[in-house]
């Protein structure tokens, strides 16, 4: 075989190689895969130092998230709800004359709490309206007030407080990204 | 360390082979199948050749070959060309079909045009080439029967199967060489014969009277008494015709013989008739003690190839003529496998291209799942504290976030009261936060109160912390009594309540 036709096989064979390198299976399926589970591998190493950081924590730890379980609880707890608030209401003087929670708010797109509103309206001293005001800022519940009206009816005064409650229903905060409505 | 030698001796289709350890004989063998191919390949069956092991050294004699002397120069031996052109102008023959070898007796004198002595040999080729065929993929040198005899002065009688020869060697060089026109003992075997076919039977009946006194077999003994006496006529005619030519014979009168024929008791006979002594060659039999007598004359050709394989290289070798058609054979096989090696080279590096790539991203995925797993094995144990740390966060969140734009309504209440007039009598206050920016209305009684007041009591409202602005929506004074409606806004700027951090 002369020298001339081992260099035309040579390159007749890379030639081919060449031409049906492209018909081989992509790898692209592969790669994807691979880089997906190297983000996984991330993610599972961020939630390690995140667990272990709770675990260090220890009993701390737990404690504020039953305080914000109480804050923040799962469902409505309405029954809970109103008896917090009577039960400060009538530390302060005062006497809880009308009132009751309005239906869901509507949520936003996205959001991952509930909101529910609730009107109270309370009667008494008007000494008992500085603390009425504090006790509700310092409830165990978390309560965000919209608007207040005090009215001077004689020897008394009536509160009308609108507020709102919230709640964080279960399977809705994991891996979420929290948005309010 | 001892080297181990093999002579060989070819005489016509008959294989003699010696071995010797330095130049000790050790063992002899002699095998003839009627063919010389044949009977070479069942010689050599059980020769062990490694790569440092020498050559084997072959005789040839064969009814065609030629000896001769001649001069040699240097500048004949430059080349091998050179050499061989030499051997083919010195030597009668055809050079188609004849092959040619030769050496220098001294090649170390061979200096500029110095005339050194030296022999030419020829053999014919196809003799050649069924030798060098025989011996197959084994390394070994033919060279020319007489050559071999060098260093052994005297007159040489070869009795062989195929020829009879007639060797004058003095001073350690070939003189004169020549073939009997009687034949070798086959030419007694063709005369028995006759009619009959059974050679073999012709030739045990030769052997026997060759070493038989006084054989019952008269018909083979007396035509084998009447060959050597021919043959003892024909030497003395020779030997004549040298001495005529001014040949120096040393030891004259003396007769060396070798070969099958030279034991025979018919052959002392003869030459003692014709007045010469059959004599021994004492150096060559001392060194083949370990051969059995009866076959030492035989050995000498075998033995003396073998102790002296190497010398006079590499002239004095007949080349394979098959050694052109070997060669192209080799090439072809080279490139064959380099074809084949080359073409497996781009298959592999056309394989590496293309599947290191795929190896190397199966490689990483497949790291990758370990390393997946690795983690996800240490991550188990902790996955319940992380879903209540998870928990944890997403209700910090929320109460961070609700809490963000609320107000502190209970210091708003209590700086308001602080900051009403102590005439004034509040009526009715009221709130709203919206988008951080808290709105309060205030409706309230001033009496005997007058303008002045209410502007005090605005700048009052305005300096309360986190006032933006406080201005009157109406003062009227009705039948000497005075109410006001006043707005301030706050920014809001913190909440009401203790952030509860994560």
Redesign the interface.
Known sequence: MSGMRKILWLLAFIVTGVLLYPSLPSLDPIISKTSSLEVQIRDTEIKIVQARDAQAEGQEFLARLETLRGRIPSDPDLEGLVNELSRRITATGMRWTDGAPSALEQQAEGAVFRTWQISLTVAGPESGVFPLLESIATADRTLTVDSVSVRTEGDKVVVAINARFYALLPGEYNDSQYQGS | MPEKYVGICIDGSRATMVNTIDSLATSYATVDLGDVGESVKVLIKNVKQRKKSPPIRIVVSAPTSMVKSMDVTAKATASYDDFQELLYTALPVDRDTTSVAGMVYNPEDMVGDKVCPGAAASLATSVLSEVYNAMGSLRCEVVSMPLVFAAHNGVWLGIQQGIASLSLLTNGRIVAYRQLRLGGLSSVVSHLLGSATNVKAIQTRVEQALVTVNSTDTQASTEVGRYMRMLTTEISQTIDFWRRQGEVIENDGMILAYGPGAISPLLDDALHEAGFVRALCSAIDRQLVNVASAQRLDSYPAFLAAVSVGKNMPYVSFLNPNYQALKRAQRRKL?IVS?IA??LA??VS?GL??VK??VD??R??SA??T??AD??G??AP??D???????????????D???AD?????AI??QL?LSTPPTA??????????EGVVIVNIAAALPGGRYEDMSAWLTRLSEISGATSAWTRGFNERQGKVTVDLTVNFAVSQP??DE???
């Open positions: 490139k074809t080359g073409t781009v298959l056309l291209f293309v790539p795929i991203v199966k990483k995925e990758t799942k390393s997946l983690v996800e240490r991550f902790l996955q504290m992380y879903l209540l740390s998870e928990e944890s966060l997403a209700r910090a969140t929320v109460n976030e609700v809490l609320q107000p502190n309504w209970a209440y209590q009261m009598t509040i009526v009715q206050i009221t709130a709203t936060s919206s009401a309540t509860v951090s994560r």
